[in-house]
């Protein structure tokens, strides 16, 4: 019987070979895959060229079914036959990404590609390894690439649109997306991307009618939630990106977004200790997030401890991580009174992200510090326009007109800083300025006493806890002339 069915056709033990392949692989028997290359030399080595490609489609399968360990053996199996099969070293790259084996996955498609050029789907892995690598500009490159080969590679518009965004990028993002849209798969994404892209782009208006594309499909705790906490957070609504940022999943996609959106929430609503509990969360998520570290920065200054601040925003160079914006060193050079650092820091920042309200404002104040208050008004007015909703760049536009002795222009932005925002400490205190400028003496006391309300409040239960930082460093904490040491202002 043997012997017939070695004299088959090839048709006919090509097709008894592959389930018994599949037979194998639905047992679990995946050891016993070693046993088919024996078999090849007697059914015939022109089943060579067919057999990767069954193992090719099969781990393909296996990985959408989310059965890693077998697909990977799947895929060894078929590359110790064929060690420069393309197809299969694409697939294993998938699985080590799925796996968050990223360099691992990396190093698989990049053979790939030295193998089979004009395979879309190595270039895809690869721009999606360096994606996960936070190398965005590969990844944008690569999955560009991917898409040139293969227009239809929707996997690749999404990587590209998700680099392209945290490049700061947004119409290039916004572009993909309307690739993206046209698919059914990828609409939410594409909903998603659009919605962070035009929030990005200040573009409110976009950004809604996005938002309520993605409203009928939102889940608690679902990736597109991120999308309302972002523009929640634009509006300076942080008692709702509080309220959304609690609804959500404690783990999956956005744990480290939702953790920095809400320490900047609690940190805006003048509650230190939660903001510095949730900065740490976020650092111990991603060590590599900057945006940890910025925020950790901000709390640290708002505290009084301006050279641990400064500390916080230089260990971003000092651990090679990729610099990103400057706010954090910008409001951090004005606590110490570096006007020139300050401005330098700005312009670094409008050089990564000129879309940027917040770092327009900063600049502007920036100017007027240095006696320029022509730019400073240019600068103020590009802030405005851009985001007028953020109290943080009304009470920086604020202080700039205040710094270029424009009062009047100081108070109207003071005030809409603080209707904007009832605890903006820092609007309140150069409302104060303002009014004893003006001779309005009772209304400057009134504002400070507010500022000592919003101090206290942000302080209280932070001393211990900025103490710990400081214990954690060995460094003994710095304190601003006519301030408490952290032990002291601890123990009174």
């Known amino acids: 019987m043997f012997k017939d069915f070695v004299n088959s056709s090839e048709l006919f033990r090509g097709v008894v070979f592959v389930g018994l392949v599949l037979v194998l692989v639905t047992l679990q028997k995946y050891e016993l895959l070693g046993l088919t290359q024996v078999l090849l030399g007697v059914l015939g080595s022109s089943l060579l060229c067919f057999y990767p490609t069954v193992l090719a489609s099969l781990s393909k399968e ?36 799925r796996c968050g084996r990223y360099r691992e996955g990396l190093a698989d498609a990049d ?35 991917a898409i040139e080969l293969a227009a239809e590679a929707d ?16 119409l290039g993002c916004l572009e993909d997306c309307k690739n993206l849209a046209q698919t059914y798969q990828y609409q939410n994404e594409s909903r998603l991307l659009t919605v962070l892209a035009s929030l990005m782009n200040n ?23 991120i999308a309302f906490v972002d523009f929640e957070s634009t509006r300076s609504n942080y008692v ?20 920095i959106f809400q320490a900047h929430a609690y940190h805006c609503l003048q509650e230190g200790a939660l903001a510095w509990r949730s900065a740490l969360q976020a650092e111990a998520l991603d060590s590599t997030s900057t945006a940890a570290l910025e925020i950790k920065a901000i709390i640290l200054a708002d505290a009084g401890l301006v050279d641990e601040a400064l500390l916080e925003c230089q260990s971003v160079v000092l651990r090679d991580l990729p610099v990103t914006m400057k706010n954090a060193e ?14 330098q820091a700005t312009e670094f920042g409008l050089n990564r992200n000129p879309l940027s309200a917040g770092t327009h404002a900063l600049h502007a ?49 003071l005030n809409n800083a603080i209707a904007i925002n009832s605890h903006c400490k820092c609007a309140y205190e150069s409302r104060a300025e303002v009014y004893r400028l003006m001779g309005k003496f009772s209304e400057a006391e ?47």
């Open 203 to 225: 573009d409110i208006e976009r950004a809604e009618k996005a938002l309520k594309e993605l409203a009928g499909a939102r889940k608690t705790g679902a990736r597109e939630t």
């Open 111 to 145: 053979q790939a590609i030295k193998h089979k050029s004009d395979l879309w789907q190595a270039w895809c892995n690869r721009g999606a390894a360096a994606f996960c690598l936070k190398q965005y500009s590969a990844a944008e490159s690569d999955c560009s690439r």
């Open 62 to 97: 296996l990985v959408g079914l989310k059965m890693f360990s077998l697909a990977m053996s799947v895929c060894e199996h078929g590359l110790r036959l064929i060690p420069d099969d393309a197809i299969l070293l694409a697939n294993r790259s998938v699985v080590h990404l």
């Open 365 to 413: 104040l920036a100017l007027a510090h240095l006696g320029r208050p022509d730019e400073a008004s240019a600068a103020a007015a590009a802030a405005l326009r851009m985001n007028a909703q953020c109290e943080s760049v009304q009470s920086s536009v604020g202080k700039a007109f205040l710094k270029s002795n424009k009062l009047p222009r100081a108070l109207e932005h």
């Open 446 to 492: 009134s504002d400070l006493f507010r500022v000592e309300q919003l101090q206290a409040q942000y302080m209280l239960g932070l001393p211990a806890l900025l103490q710990d930082y400081c214990d954690q460093l060995g460094v003994i904490p710095t304190r601003l002339p006519g301030e408490k040491r952290i032990s002291e202002a601890n123990s009174g």
């Open 330 to 343: 910008a409001i951090v050079r004005e606590c110490r009174g570096e006007f020139e650092e300050m401005v």
């Open 240 to 259: 709702e990106v509080l309220r959304l940022c609690a609804d959500a999943s404690v783990n999956g996609f956005g744990q480290l977004s939702f953790l």
């Open 155 to 170: 996997s690749a518009y999404v990587v590209r649109a998700w680099a392209r965004y945290l490049q700061y990028n947004p």
